[in-house]
C-alpha cells in the first residue's frame, strides 16, 4: 500500500500556495454531493417492493431497478474520472450533480418501468461523473497532508452517516409518503450544493493539455459494462450459463485489448504510471476486497433483520446503523493516524479486526440475542473496514499529479465498485447453494437461511486474514513508501 510516515507533516512548503479560505465550506459542499449518491444507494433498495407493486413491474425485471445503475456507475467511471481531467474539476462537478438532480425527478415521475430503468440508469453514468470529481476536489483543495487526512475523515464520516440514513430515510419516506419520494429527495439536496458549489469551490487547474481517448472509452467502459453484468446475471442465471460466461470472456477480452490499448496512446484514459506504482496498486487491490467484506455483510443482515427476525424496513435500517457507526469511528480513526504512522500499520489490524467482527456474526442463528452477539459484531467489523478504506483512498489519491488527479479518483472508485459487484455475486451464490443443501437435508427455511448466509460470511473472514497477511507481506516493498505524506 504506502509507506511509513515516522512524523506528523511539517508546515507548509516554501512557496507553496496559500491554503483556500473557503476550503472547509468546500468540503461541506463535497460532503452533500456525496451524501446524495448515498442515500440512494441504500434508499432505493427499501423502495423497491412498493414501487414494484405501483409500476407493475415482474420480479424477473426488479433487480434491473438497482442493476442498471450499477452497471452505469461501474461501467464509466473510469470515462467519468478522465472527463474530470479534461473539463475541471468544479465544471465536472456542478454538471453531475445537476445531472443527478435531473434523473431522480424523472425517476420519481415515472408511470412506466422503462422510464424507472431509465433513471436509473442516468443516474449511475452522472454519479461516475460526481463521484471521481467529489474525490479530485478533496485532493486539489486540501494540499497540506494533515488537513487532507481529516477532510478525507469527514468525508467518510458523511459517507456512513449517508448510507445508514439511506436505510432509515427508505423505511420512513415509502411508509408515511410514498416511494417515488425516495427519488424526489435527492432534488433539493443536489441544487442545494450546485448553488453552494457556484460560490465556494476553486479549481486549482493545472491540469495540463489533457485530451480524451475515445477508442480507449468505448473498450474500458464496454470491457467493465459488460463484466459487472456477468456478475449481475451470475446470481439468477448460475455461473456456468452460457450469457454469463459469454459476458465475462467479453468483458475479458476488451479489458485487455484496452489495457493494450493504454500502454499505445499519446492520452491514456488510465495513464499507465498510476497502476505501476505498487503502493497505489496495493490500495487498489484491498479497497476492492475489502467492499466483498462490507457487501457480504449488508447482504447477510438484509435478510437476517427482514426474513428470519422479522424486522420491519425501518427497524431493520436503525438495526443497521452500529455497522454505520463502527465504519464512521474507523474512517476518523484512519484519518488521524495517515500522517503518522506507516499504511500498513492502520490497513492490517483494520483486516484483522474485520475479519473478527465479521467471524463473530457468522456465529449467530435465528435464536442469537442482538445486542450480545450481533451489536459487538457490527462495531467491531466496521471500525475494521472504515480504517482500511480511509487508508486505501489516502494512498490511492496521493502523489498524483493534478493532470491525473480524475482518474486516479475514479481508479479507487471503480477498484470498490467492482469489488462490491463480485462480492455480491458470489456470496449470494454461495449462501443461496449452502442453504439449499441445508433445507434438503430437514432443516427450516429461517435455519437455512441463515446457515447460508453464516457460511459466505466464514469465507468473507478467510479472505480478509488473507489480504491483511498479504498487505503485511509486502513491507519490505511499496508499504515503506511516504506516498500518504507527500502531494502532488
Same mark, same amino acid.
Given at each position: 500500500?504506502?509507506?511509513?510516515?515516522?512524523? *506528523?507533516?511539517?508546515?507548509?512548503?516554501?512557496?507553496?500556495?496559500?491554503?483556500? *479560505?473557503? #476550503?472547509?465550506?468546500?468540503?461541506?459542499?463535497?460532503?452533500?454531493? !456525496?451524501?446524495?449518491?448515498?442515500?440512494?444507494? +441504500?434508499?432505493?433498495?427499501?423502495?423497491?417492493?412498493?414501487? !414494484?407493486?405501483?409500476?407493475?413491474?415482474?420480479?424477473?425485471?426488479?433487480?434491473? $431497478?438497482? =442493476?442498471?445503475?450499477?452497471?452505469?456507475?461501474?461501467?464509466?467511471?473510469?470515462?467519468?474520472?478522465?472527463?474530470?481531467?479534461?473539463?475541471?474539476?468544479?465544471?465536472?462537478?456542478?454538471?453531475?450533480?445537476?445531472?443527478?438532480?435531473?434523473? &431522480?425527478?424523472?425517476?420519481?415521475?415515472?408511470?412506466?418501468?422503462?422510464?424507472?430503468?431509465?433513471?436509473?440508469?442516468? !443516474?449511475?453514468?452522472?454519479?461516475?461523473?460526481? +463521484?471521481?470529481?467529489?474525490?479530485?476536489?478533496?485532493?486539489? =483543495?486540501? =494540499?497540506?497532508?494533515?488537513?487532507? %487526512?481529516?477532510?478525507?475523515?469527514?468525508?467518510?464520516?458523511?459517507?456512513?452517516?449517508?448510507?445508514?440514513?439511506?436505510?432509515?430515510?427508505?423505511?420512513?419516506?415509502?411508509?408515511?409518503?410514498?416511494?417515488?419520494?425516495?427519488?424526489?429527495?435527492?432534488?433539493?439536496?443536489?441544487?442545494?450544493?450546485?448553488?453552494?458549489?457556484?460560490?465556494?469551490?476553486?479549481?486549482?487547474?493545472?491540469?495540463?493539455?489533457?485530451?480524451?481517448?475515445?477508442?480507449?472509452?468505448?473498450? %474500458?467502459?464496454?470491457?467493465?459494462?459488460?463484466?459487472?453484468?456477468?456478475?449481475? #446475471?451470475?446470481?439468477?442465471?448460475?455461473?456456468?450459463? *452460457?450469457? $454469463?460466461?459469454?459476458?465475462?470472456?467479453?468483458?475479458?477480452?476488451?479489458?485487455?485489448?484496452?489495457?493494450?490499448?493504454?500502454? #499505445?496512446?499519446?492520452?491514456?484514459?488510465?495513464?499507465?504510471?498510476?497502476?505501476?506504482?505498487?503502493?497505489?496498486?496495493?490500495?487498489?487491490?484491498?479497497?476492492?476486497?475489502?467492499?466483498?467484506?462490507?457487501?457480504?455483510?449488508?447482504?447477510?443482515?438484509?435478510?437476517?433483520?427482514?426474513?428470519?427476525?422479522?424486522? &420491519?424496513?425501518?427497524?431493520?435500517?436503525?438495526?443497521?446503523?452500529?455497522?454505520?457507526?463502527?465504519?464512521?469511528?474507523?474512517?476518523?480513526?484512519? @484519518?488521524?493516524?495517515?500522517?503518522?504512522?506507516?499504511?500498513?500499520?492502520?490497513?492490517?489490524?483494520?483486516?484483522?479486526?474485520?475479519?473478527?467482527?465479521?467471524?463473530?456474526?457468522?456465529?449467530?442463528?435465528?435464536? &442469537?440475542?442482538?445486542?450480545?452477539?450481533?451489536?459487538?459484531?457490527?462495531?467491531?467489523?466496521?471500525?475494521?473496514?472504515?480504517?482500511?478504506?480511509?487508508?486505501?483512498?489516502?494512498?490511492?489519491?496521493?502523489?498524483?499529479?493534478?493532470?491525473?488527479?480524475?482518474?486516479? &479518483?475514479?481508479?479507487?472508485? +471503480?477498484?470498490?465498485?467492482? %469489488? %462490491?459487484?463480485?462480492?455480491? @455475486?458470489?456470496?449470494?451464490?454461495?449462501?443461496?447453494?449452502?442453504?439449499?443443501?441445508?433445507?434438503?437435508?430437514?432443516?427450516?427455511?429461517?435455519?437455512?437461511?441463515?446457515?447460508?448466509?453464516?457460511?459466505?460470511?466464514?469465507?468473507?473472514?478467510?479472505?480478509?486474514?488473507?489480504?491483511?497477511?498479504?498487505?503485511?507481506?509486502?513491507?519490505?516493498?511499496?508499504? #515503506?513508501?511516504?506516498?500518504?505524506?507527500?502531494?502532488?
Amino acid at each position: 500500500m504506502s509507506a511509513p510516515v515516522t512524523a *506528523p507533516p511539517g508546515p507548509v512548503r516554501p512557496g507553496a500556495p496559500a491554503p483556500d *479560505p473557503l #476550503r472547509w465550506w468546500a468540503l461541506a459542499v463535497i460532503a452533500a454531493a !456525496q451524501l446524495t449518491v448515498l442515500l440512494d444507494g +441504500t434508499i432505493v433498495n427499501i423502495a423497491l417492493p412498493s414501487a !414494484q407493486r405501483d409500476l407493475g413491474l415482474g420480479d424477473g425485471s426488479r433487480q434491473w $431497478v438497482v =442493476t442498471a445503475y450499477t452497471l452505469a456507475l461501474g461501467g464509466l467511471l473510469l470515462l467519468g474520472g478522465r472527463v474530470v481531467d479534461v473539463v475541471g474539476r468544479k465544471r465536472a462537478f456542478v454538471t453531475g450533480l445537476i445531472g443527478f438532480a435531473a434523473a &431522480s425527478a424523472l425517476g420519481g415521475a415515472a408511470t412506466v418501468p422503462a422510464a424507472l430503468l431509465a433513471a436509473r440508469a442516468a !443516474q449511475g453514468a452522472f454519479a461516475a461523473l460526481l +463521484t471521481p470529481s467529489a474525490i479530485s476536489l478533496v485532493v486539489a =483543495t486540501f =494540499t497540506e497532508p494533515g488537513e487532507r %487526512g481529516r477532510a478525507f475523515g469527514v468525508l467518510g464520516a458523511i459517507s456512513g452517516a449517508g448510507s445508514a440514513g439511506g436505510l432509515i430515510a427508505g423505511g420512513l419516506l415509502t411508509e408515511y409518503l410514498d416511494w417515488r419520494w425516495c427519488m424526489y429527495v435527492n432534488v433539493p439536496i443536489a441544487l442545494a450544493a450546485v448553488a453552494a458549489g457556484l460560490r465556494v469551490l476553486r479549481d486549482p487547474g493545472g491540469r495540463g493539455p489533457v485530451r480524451l481517448d475515445v477508442p480507449g472509452a468505448l473498450l %474500458g467502459c464496454g470491457g467493465l459494462t459488460v463484466l459487472v453484468l456477468g456478475f449481475a #446475471r451470475a446470481e439468477g442465471s448460475g455461473w456456468t450459463s *452460457p450469457p $454469463v460466461g459469454a459476458a465475462f470472456a467479453a468483458g475479458a477480452v476488451l479489458l485487455a485489448l484496452f489495457a493494450l490499448r493504454q500502454t #499505445r496512446t499519446a492520452h491514456p484514459l488510465v495513464p499507465p504510471r498510476l497502476v505501476r506504482d505498487r503502493a497505489r496498486a496495493g490500495a487498489l487491490a484491498v479497497a476492492a476486497l475489502g467492499m466483498v467484506g462490507v457487501f457480504g455483510l449488508l447482504l447477510f443482515l438484509t435478510y437476517y433483520l427482514q426474513v428470519v427476525r422479522g424486522d &420491519s424496513a425501518v427497524a431493520a435500517g436503525v438495526s443497521i446503523l452500529p455497522l454505520t457507526v463502527g465504519m464512521t469511528a474507523g474512517v476518523t480513526l484512519g @484519518a488521524r493516524l495517515a500522517g503518522r504512522l506507516a499504511p500498513c500499520r492502520t490497513v492490517v489490524p483494520g483486516l484483522l479486526a474485520a475479519a473478527a467482527g465479521v467471524a463473530l456474526l457468522a456465529l449467530v442463528d435465528t435464536g &442469537s440475542s442482538y445486542p450480545a452477539q450481533v451489536l459487538p459484531a457490527l462495531l467491531l467489523a466496521g471500525l475494521g473496514m472504515g480504517s482500511t478504506s480511509m487508508t486505501c483512498m489516502v494512498v490511492a489519491t496521493a502523489m498524483v499529479a493534478p493532470a491525473d488527479s480524475g482518474a486516479a &479518483s475514479a481508479l479507487y472508485t +471503480t477498484a470498490q465498485q467492482i %469489488g %462490491g459487484s463480485v462480492g455480491t @455475486a458470489v456470496l449470494n451464490t454461495v449462501a443461496a447453494e449452502a442453504a439449499a443443501r441445508h433445507l434438503a437435508a430437514g432443516a427450516d427455511r429461517a435455519q437455512s437461511t441463515v446457515y447460508g448466509f453464516t457460511t459466505a460470511l466464514w469465507g468473507v473472514a478467510v479472505l480478509l486474514v488473507l489480504t491483511a497477511l498479504g498487505t503485511g507481506l509486502l513491507v519490505g516493498g511499496p508499504l #515503506r513508501r511516504t506516498a500518504a505524506a507527500r502531494t502532488p
